[in-house]
T-cell receptor, first 111, second 115 residues
Framework: DQQVKQNSPSLSVQEGRISILNCDYT??????FLWYKKYPAEGPTFLIS?????DKNEDGRFTVFLNKSAKHLSLHIVPSQPGDSAVYFC??????????FGAGTRLTVKP | KAGVTQTPRYLIKTRGQQVTLSCSPI?????VSWYQQTPGQGLQFLFE???????NKGNFPGRFSGRQFSNSRSEMNVSTLELGDSALYLC??????????????FGPGTRLLVL
């Protein structure tokens, strides 16, 4: 069962512009959400997380927004850089149990 | 502080064989989780170990098993390999895994190819 969905398999943006990656979930019990970035042949690298009691968390160029009523979260990258090109996974947990991952979105930032 | 390490990085096996993968968590981390990543299924949870006990298990057949040692290092075993077991196997560690919201940190993975 796909409890976490990333409906856009790919996204292409110009360097310097904003990248917005979206994620939807179905289980309202999720209480912690994370974004990971993955390069080929490497493990996922943690980017940023947000607790369900918040609606925004910011870390440098990365901001995650959570809309609990819509069961939707998004990752904003501003400004986008070519080095940001990777596959981005969103993940969700309930009470620190196993993480459920979305299928990933491949971001390409063009110079 | 060293990150999560996994060995081997690459492995080629034939159908019917068995394989053992190893994971060393970040120092001080006691929870170790295993994930399988395939192009078709994405990242899927296999199991989690804490204090040498399997605490959580995903929806995988009994051919997939694991264990954790007293130093928190973990091994994953797959018996009677099938072609569909070809995947990237990822290990992730966190401090406790329960009671507070924690981030899991991933190792580089072991790429398994079953011929």
């Amino acid at each position: 069962d796909q409890q976490v969905k990333q409906n856009s398999p790919s996204l292409s943006v110009q360097e310097g512009r904003i990248s917005i990656l979206n994620c939807d979930y179905t289980n309202s019990m999720f209480d912690y959400f994370l974004w990971y970035k993955k390069y080929p042949a490497e493990g996922p690298t943690f980017l940023i997380s947000i607790s369900s009691i918040k609606d925004k968390n910011e870390d440098g160029r990365f901001t995650v927004f959570l809309n609990k009523s819509a069961k939707h979260l998004s990752l904003h990258i501003v400004p986008s850089q070519p080095g940001d090109s990777a596959v981005y996974f969103c993940a969700a947990r309930i009470n620190n149990n196993d993480m459920r991952f979305g299928a990933g979105t491949r971001l390409t930032v063009k110079p | 502080k060293a990150g999560v390490t996994q060995t081997p990085r690459y492995l080629i096996k034939t159908r019917g064989q068995q394989v053992t993968l190893s994971c060393s968590p970040i120092s001080g981390h006691r929870s170790v989780s295993w994930y399988q990543q395939t192009p078709g299924q994405g990242l899927q949870f296999l199991f989690e170990y804490f204090s040498e006990t399997q605490r959580n298990k995903g929806n995988f057949p009994g051919r997939f098993s694991g264990r954790q040692f007293s130093n928190s290092r973990s091994e994953m075993n797959v018996s009677t390999l099938e072609l569909g077991d070809s995947a990237l196997y990822l290990c992730a560690s966190s401090l406790e895994g329960r009671g507070q919201q924690e981030t899991q940190y991933f190792g580089p993975g072991t790429r398994l190819l079953v011929l």
